[in-house]
């Protein structure tokens, strides 16, 4: 079974016995992932902070960290959790899961996404976890933008307020839980379509969406 999960993490184990303790949870047994855990936390941060330091050059300290921190957040990785169906895979005990099998903590997961990671580096050391990494994250390294993405909603708002165009608004549609960005949103203004974002929650795909109409051609034409 170990077999599937590999193939969706995309790295094959020398020591199986690495893996298994990195889907184990302290409730299942003593030899669990929590160690494996800690060592995959600080190998991620790291990883994402290279990334973002070598493809962001002009970007400030403050906005290097919080993309890091929008990329190795809680949602971030029950994404990838569920990307490689993890929670099937996990080891826990028996009050851990419902009577239909799932996890009654969503944490777990998350924390197992980290625990395997940890378990890449111990198996085969720092380009094998980076890859792993890199390739689990990819779609969300490819949108991430030096912005601060917080004020985007607010100054759009300000914007077209000062145009007296009114207020936009967002339409949500959740594509599913098995997708990662799982939202997409429209910002819609004056019932036209200005631009469309995605994220793993409501508000991210709606911060993502006004992000993008802030930085379009066709919206600075719009308010002139």
């Excluded at 990819?138 to 300000?158: M, T, Y």
Aim: net charge positive.
């Amino acid at each position: 079974m170990q077999a599937s999960l590999e193939q969706r993490i995309g790295y094959r184990f020398k020591d199986k016995g690495i893996l298994t303790q990195a889907l184990t949870h302290a409730s299942k047994s003593p030899h669990h992932l929590e160690r494996q855990e800690f060592l995959g936390d600080a190998i991620l941060g790291l990883t994402i902070a290279e990334y973002l330091y070598k493809f962001f050059p002009n970007s400030a300290e403050g906005d290097l960290s919080k993309m890091r921190a929008n990329l190795v957040c809680k949602q971030a990785l029950l994404s990838v959790a569920a990307q490689w169906q993890l929670e099937k895979y996990l080891h826990v005990g028996d009050g851990e899961r419902t009577k239909q099998g799932h996890l009654k903590s969503k944490s777990i997961a998350a924390n197992a996404v980290e625990s395997v990671i940890g378990a890449v580096f111990l198996d085969s050391g720092w380009p094998a976890a980076q890859k792993v990494i890199l390739t689990a994250w990819a779609d969300k390294l490819n949108v991430v933008k030096p912005a601060n993405l917080r004020d985007a909603k607010s100054l759009l708002q300000e914007l077209t307020q000062a145009h007296g165009l009114g207020l936009p608004t967002y339409k949500v549609k959740d594509l599913g839980i098995e997708k990662s960005p799982r939202f997409e949103a429209s910002c819609m203004l004056q019932s036209e379509c200005l631009g469309v974002g995605y994220g793993d929650r409501k508000k991210s795909a709606e911060i993502d969406a006004a992000s993008k109409v802030v930085e379009s051609d066709d919206f600075s034409k719009f308010i002139k």
